[in-house]
Structure formats: structure tokens, C-alpha cells
């Protein structure tokens, strides 16, 4: 089955705390991205991924780190995290050749961090 | 720059009635149109999307929205809602060029009572 498979579901933190929110998908995407999603908001992109070792900020990028080593895998890395970064996280893919192929979501991350 | 606007954070509704849910964009470029649904613990999931010809686009579960690109908008229609499409309905563009960002609007939450 087609997917995007984010780990863990759900994580509550302490301020400081690395932690690591990992994203995984199995359609040989080449585009990769990271949103988070806060009431009123919408979902807002953080990062995202052209293609192996090709990363670039989103709107949001502040506070965050990616890395894109393999095709399948796109981490979100928080390495100080901070109560301002409590919100839902989805990590989305797409094939990548053209922007008119509908991007694929992940379950969520819900990330408190206290 | 790119922005999309719903206007209506939440729309209650009763089983069976018609719905719209309103979306508007503003875009100096051509764009793509997207509508997608969150489900509560899920990912989302899309709906229909607009990329050219026909200006009335059909999509799953019965709902549709029309392109009209004097008014920039993009309303999402279904003419007799379930209780099972309470959910969360994002309105997107992304730009017809390279660009693979979704621009999100900030949600519309619909409310089917019995």
C-alpha cells in the first residue's frame, strides 16, 4: 500500500529535549516536505526536499533540521525544542516532476513540548 | 505571493442539507487548486483538485467545487452531507511553475448534526 508513515504518533517533551520525528514513504517520491498545522493557521511549510541531499527552508523553518540521505526518509529534527513548538506535524511526498501531482500526507506527529 | 482565504472557520450543518464551503485565493502567477480533508486523527487526504479545462471539478465522496478565475475562487459544494463528512477541509494552490509549495488556507471545520 501506497504511504506515508510518520513515527511516533504522538510525543510529550521537555524543553531542550532532541528529538527526532521520522518520516518514511514508499512511492519513490522524490519530493519530500515537512508542515505544521496550529488553529487558524492552516498548515505552514517548514522544510522540504527536491531530491537526495537537496534541502531548502520553508516559511517556517526556524528551530527545525532535516537531512535527506536516502530517497524513502525525510527526518524533522528539533534539537532544542521549545514550547512554541507544541503544534501537529505532517510530513507529505509527491513524485516530484511536475507541481500538479497532488502531494500525499502522513497520519500527523503531535508534539507537546512543556 | 500566494495566499488563500476561507472565511468561514466552521460551518454547521444538518444531515442531508447542501453545503458550500467558501475558499478565495490571491495569486500573482497561474496555480493549481486543491481541496483536501482531515478526518480527526488523520492525515489529509485529498478531495478534488483544479489544473485545467472544465472549470466545475468533481471529486470523491460526492463533493465538487467550481474554478472561477474572475473571482478568484474556488467553493467547495456537496448537495447532501452524511454525518460521516464532519471533518476538517483545507483549500490549497500551489504555483504552476516549478514551485512545489501548498499555499493552505486556514481551514473550514464542517459540523453534520442529525
Known amino acids: 500500500e501506497a504511504q506515508v508513515t510518520q513515527n511516533p504518533r504522538y510525543l510529550i517533551t521537555v524543553t531542550g529535549k532532541k528529538l527526532t520525528v521520522t518520516c518514511s514513504q514508499n512511492?519513490?517520491?522524490?519530493?519530500m516536505s515537512w508542515y505544521r498545522q496550529d488553529p487558524g493557521l492552516g498548515l505552514r511549510q517548514i522544510y522540504y526536499s527536491m531530491n537526495v541531499e537537496v534541502t531548502d527552508k520553508g516559511d517556517v523553518p526556524e528551530g527545525y533540521k532535516v537531512s535527506r540521505k536516502e530517497k524513502r526518509n525525510f527526518p524533522l529534527i528539533l534539537e532544542s525544542p521549545s514550547p512554541n513548538q507544541t503544534s501537529l506535524y505532517f510530513c507529505?511526498?509527491?513524485?516530484?516532476?511536475?507541481?500538479?501531482?497532488?502531494?500525499?500526507f502522513g497520519d500527523g506527529t503531535r508534539l507537546s513540548i512543556l | 505571493a500566494q495566499s488563500v482565504t476561507q472565511l468561514d472557520s466552521q460551518v454547521p450543518v444538518f444531515e442531508e442539507a447542501p453545503v458550500e464551503l467558501r475558499c478565495n485565493y490571491s495569486?500573482?502567477?497561474?496555480?493549481?487548486l486543491f481541496w483536501y480533508v482531515q478526518y480527526p486523527n488523520q492525515g489529509l487526504q485529498l478531495l478534488l483538485k483544479?489544473?485545467?479545462?472544465?472549470?466545475l471539478v468533481k471529486g470523491i465522496n460526492g463533493f465538487e467545487a467550481e474554478f472561477n478565475k474572475s473571482q478568484t475562487s474556488f467553493h467547495l459544494r456537496k448537495p447532501s452531507v452524511h454525518i460521516s463528512d464532519t471533518a476538517e477541509y483545507f483549500c490549497a494552490v500551489i504555483r504552476m511553475d516549478s514551485s512545489y509549495k501548498l499555499i493552505f488556507g486556514s481551514g473550514t471545520r464542517l459540523l453534520v448534526r442529525p
Open positions: 495569486s500573482s502567477v497561474s496555480v493549481y
Open positions: 512511492m519513490n517520491h522524490e519530493y
Open positions: 507529505a511526498s509527491s513524485p516530484g516532476q511536475t507541481s500538479n501531482q497532488p502531494q500525499h
Open positions: 483544479y489544473l485545467s479545462g472544465s472549470t
